[in-house]
């Protein structure tokens, strides 16, 4: 097993080294392709998104298992990716989200056949891609249409999600809304709208909606901009916003109150538009199914107690439809999102015990 752990850790790093940003992953999906052809895996083909598929055959006829795992990072390509180590560490941006995860495609493979076991349906190997950001779940959504529900269930792996079970999918809203006036002379002018100042209103009525916490409800700006010198009344601005409710219902409501702010901040010199740019639906698979109990018990059986959650992944898609599906992971660490992203080493082990299990037993489960 130390072996084939030191071989994994050092793929991981191998597919970390190629830059991944959301909307720019072909090169690491040129080189997964080429990891499923050496393995010799059947039907390997990338489809109009940069998904990356490969199929390893089952001696029967059940409905295929369909496991992927995401290729794109949330950091720009110039981002330095040198990796290091410490003692029962590596360090460096996107090791764990989710390079390990995708590292684990392929070390399922080599699990499967070292231990000779025979799968009594196909299992689809997928790389998907714009898990991350604005890639709003294209990838995945491109993944359910194909394969839809006729198949046994969907595996998500992340690489930082070990102990967890991630069995319902956060509702997510996002919007990019713009502000535009005439603009002017800061000082000849003064006294025409700024679209900065507008804007800025805009964002002190939008965080004084109160929130729930139960069910937990969320608001971010998380980027905002515009003008053009300091001596400019900004004819433009710019915000990207974030809403998330466990709950659909409530994740609605937000939205129309969001909506209407925007609406009455409009008048004549001001034009305030609001314009959607990413939805990730919610759904849940209950606590008591047997694809979720199923996940619990790989994780007691490596001595890991797991703990049920909700999250925003590639899982929303299939969860969203109806479709039976778990996140799990491959070891612990953090950082994810900064460029001191770092993975534990020691779990990895058990984490790829705990996916080959899942795996293997998947299709008993019912």
């Not at 529900?149 to 809304?177: K, N, P, T």
């Not at 003064?190 to 929130?211: F, M, N, R």
């Amino acid at each position: 097993m130390k072996a084939f752990i030191k071989h994994l850790l050092d793929l991981a790093v191998e597919i970390q080294q190629i830059p991944a940003p959301t909307f720019a992953e072909s090169k690491r999906a040129q080189f997964v392709q080429g990891l499923f052809e050496t393995e010799g895996l059947q039907d390997i083909s990338i489809d109009s998104v940069d998904n990356v598929y490969a199929r390893l055959p089952g001696k029967g006829q059940a409905r295929p298992l369909i496991v992927s795992a995401h290729l794109d990072t949330v950091f720009p390509v110039e981002t330095d990716l040198t990796t290091s180590h410490r003692k029962g560490q590596i360090i460096g941006p996107g090791i764990g989200d989710n390079s390990l995860g995708v590292a684990a495609l392929i070390g399922l493979v080599w699990l499967l056949r070292e231990r000779k076991i025979s799968l009594p349906g196909d299992l689809w190997l997928v790389a998907n891609v714009c898990e991350e950001g604005l890639g709003d779940l294209c990838g995945m959504r491109a993944v359910v249409d194909r394969f839809g529900a006729d198949v046994h269930a969907y595996l998500i792996i992340e690489g930082l999600s070990l102990g967890y079970v991630q069995h319902r999918a956060l509702g997510v809203q996002r919007y990019r809304i713009t502000a535009k006036t005439t603009g002017g002379h800061s000082w000849s002018d003064y006294g025409q709208p700024s679209a900065l100042h507008e804007i800025s209103a805009l964002v002190t009525k939008l965080t004084a909606i109160p929130l729930p916490s139960e069910p937990r409800t969320t608001m971010n700006v998380g980027r905002m901009g515009g003008g053009t010198s300091i001596n400019a009344i900004a004819a433009d601005a710019w915000l990207e916003l974030d809403l998330r409710s466990e709950s659909p219902q409530a994740l609605t409501e937000l939205a129309r109150r969001v909506e209407r702010l925007i609406e009455t901040a409009s008048r004549p010199e001001v034009r305030m538009e609001a314009k959607v740019i990413g939805q990730r639906p919610a759904g849940d698979l209950p606590a008591k199914h047997p694809l979720v109990r199923l996940a619990e018990d790989c994780l007691k059986e490596q001595g890991i107690q797991p703990k049920l959650m909700i999250g925003s992944t590639d899982a929303n898609v299939p969860l969203s439809r109806g479709l039976p599906a778990v996140v799990l992971g491959v070891t612990n660490g953090a950082g994810a999102h900064t460029t001191g992203e770092f993975i534990n080493t020691e779990p990895v082990g058990r984490g790829m015990q705990q996916l080959l299990q899942f795996v293997d037993r998947v299709w008993k489960s019912g």
